[in-house]
């Protein structure tokens, strides 16, 4: 294969690498945009939700398609309540100081993963696509299910700039964020808010995952690197922007894929990381974001 | 006030540390070489106290400086062949150097971006280790002989892998460290770092450097925990990338939380509680992890001042 269409296709798995990325991070974003509480169990809400579309996919026989949509409908809903039960439990109590909830989702982080060990195992499993339909393009096949994924992203993005501009709730989420005590003056239940946009922030992952399995396994281990990931998508998009969530996203997978297939995965990742280090020390408030008030 | 409690809080850290030394006679041969482990991982412990205790710096990078002092001590003792006391001082040189970068770019920065810049150097470290995976050979890591952990002071030999001199040489290390955490806590410097953690504007305001005093506090700590991990690497004979993970610094923020942040006694007592409470539970099940997260959630909803800082607060007002 040539160069070109050697790019394509480093390309195209960065753009799917990016659908899971945006998800992944718009959750985390707008839990610490609205809460200002940073996430660091968000991973683990991940592999929860890759976990469990694994378990619900294997409740039903037949075609991969019902196992997965049973997943993609199940999977967020399951991930959504223990989020909020961790909320109501632990984040509420500690009254969302900034270190203590690091603390406390750390402390969520290592239960989590404890518990997919013990009860899912250290092996990897997949889950079967729903349809596997090949797109012959010139050069080469490819996953029509990738492309899914890339659309199922991009449709899951638009719905939540909807909700958040367009709806009540959106006004609602987007004033605690502005200012969480005017807000409640006016009769905003801003502790209501603050759990709902915790359990929305964990269902994004969640789905995320369960677009995910059927292309890469669910393993008790997952969460680590997409929430690293994730923590530099937030950072370089300017935390609680969601046009710039996106653009980081789509900079971030397309180059780690283009990067990975070159070079060296692990190289790959460590240039990343240090470049994304020295943006948050030299340009706090990300590149697409504005100065906070 | 100052001289009054001076002579209590000298005794009560001669005290601990006699303690210790007389264990060496008490305990049996396995709880010898676990807390001699221990040992070391409290120095790591007071190190990170340091700038989360009395500094209030919440830091998720601090394995890269344990990391830095176990491969800069490891490797040098590896490759070249140096002998023990250059490669231990290699070491600690190594972690002074990294937190003196490290500090300077990540102060500029506050709160959570601190946590998160922090995590993401020591990430970076711990990926470099498993791209040169030829030479430290990854997860897998390197041992180092015991031809290699032998000192020879003129006529005297000190074999570092032989328990009794291991405990030992961990009680003079951790004596060191311990007495100079005491020193700095009590020091014009310690009451700096203490008055920067309550209230960093009133302190600029005051005239004080304030990102100097931060940036010496990373310093000193990055030399503590190096010391840590280059004492790990020469009296345990084992080097891998595992003590980069980000796990490892987690561990001395929960062994810091559970004694008492900003307590000298703290990090010893946080660090020995959670070696056996996870050496007992992992008798019973291998759900260690389920263990550290549980005493992470209820430390900082119940009981967030730890152990000794509830002593503090409570009846022994003195405590450094």
């Known amino acids: ?293 | 006030m100052r001289t009054d409690t001076t002579g209590r809080v000298v005794a009560l850290h001669l005290a601990v540390i006699a303690v210790l030394v007389a264990l060496l006679w008490i305990l049996p041969d396995y709880h010898r070489g676990v807390m001699a482990r221990v040992l070391v991982l409290s120095v790591f412990a007071m190190g990170y106290n340091l700038t989360f205790g009395y500094a209030g710096l919440l830091s998720l990078g601090h394995a890269m400086f344990f990391a830095a002092g176990l491969y800069g001590a490891g490797l040098a003792a590896y490759y070249p062949g140096w002998s023990v006391l250059p490669s231990f001082a290699f070491g600690i040189a190594c972690g002074g150097v990294l937190a003196l970068v490290v500090g300077f770019l990540a102060l500029r920065t506050t709160g959570v971006a601190f946590m998160i810049v922090t995590m993401m150097f020591s990430q970076v470290f711990y990926l470099t280790t498993l791209y040169y995976t030829t030479w430290t050979r990854g997860e897998e890591g390197l041992v180092l002989g015991t031809d290699l952990r032998t000192v020879s002071l003129g006529a005297a030999t000190l074999e570092l892998w032989e328990p009794t001199t291991r405990y030992l040489v961990a009680v003079g290390l951790f004596s060191v460290v311990f007495l100079a955490t005491m020193a700095i806590a009590r020091a014009p410097f310690g009451r700096i770092l203490i008055a920067i953690r309550e209230n960093e504007e009133r302190m600029r305001m005051l005239g004080y450097d304030v990102h100097r005093a931060k940036l010496k506090a990373m310093v000193l700590s990055g030399l503590f925990c190096a010391a840590a991990g280059a004492a790990y690497a020469l009296l345990f004979g084992y080097v891998g990338s595992s003590f980069a993970s980000i796990q490892y610094s987690i561990l001395p923020l929960l062994w810091v939380l559970l004694g008492g942040a900003a307590t000298t006694l703290g990090p010893l007592f946080g660090t020995v509680f959670m070696f056996y409470v996870v050496d007992v539970t992992s008798g019973y099940t291998s759900a260690w992890l389920l263990v550290v997260g549980v005493a992470l959630i209820l430390l900082v909803l119940f009981f967030p001042k730890g152990v000794f800082g509830t002593i503090r607060e409570r009846w022994l007002k003195w405590l450094p």
């Open chain 1, 1 to 293: 294969m040539s160069f070109g269409p050697h790019l394509l296709l480093a390309t195209l798995e960065g753009l799917v690498t990016s659908a899971v990325l945006a998800l992944m991070a718009l959750g985390l974003s707008l839990v610490f945009g609205v809460m200002r509480v940073v996430n660091v169990a968000h991973g683990e809400f991940f592999m929860l939700g890759a976990v469990l579309a694994w378990f619900f996919s294997t409740l039903v026989t037949g075609h991969p398609a019902i196992g997965f949509l049973l997943a993609l409908v199940l999977s967020p809903l399951v991930v959504g309540a223990v989020a909020l039960v961790s909320e109501r439990l632990v984040l509420r109590r500690l009254n969302y100081d900034p270190e203590a909830t690091i603390v406390a989702t750390i402390g969520l982080l290592y239960i989590i993963q404890q518990l997919a060990l013990t009860f899912y195992g250290p092996e990897a499993r997949p889950v079967q696509a729903p349809f596997s339909i090949r797109i012959a393009l010139p050069w080469f096949g490819y996953s029509g299910y990738k492309l899914f994924v890339i659309a199922a992203s991009a449709a899951m993005m638009l719905a939540t700039w909807f909700v958040l501009t367009r709806t009540r709730a959106g006004l609602v989420m987007r004033a605690t964020q502005y200012d969480r005590e005017t807000a409640q003056n006016f009769g905003i239940p801003v502790d209501r808010v603050y759990a709902g946009v915790f359990a929305l922030g964990a269902m994004l992952a969640a789905v995320a995952a369960v677009l995910v399995v059927p292309i890469s396994q669910a393993h008790y281990l997952m969460g680590l690197d997409p929430l690293l990931l994730s923590f530099i998508v937030v950072i370089i998009g300017g935390l609680g922007s969601l046009r710039g969530t996106v653009l980081a996203a789509v900079l971030i997978g397309v180059s780690d894929g283009v990067i990975s297939v070159f070079f060296s995965p692990t190289l790959a990742k460590m240039i990343a990381t240090l470049v994304v280090a020295m943006v948050l020390v030299f340009r706090p408030q990300g590149l697409f974001g504005t100065a906070p008030r």
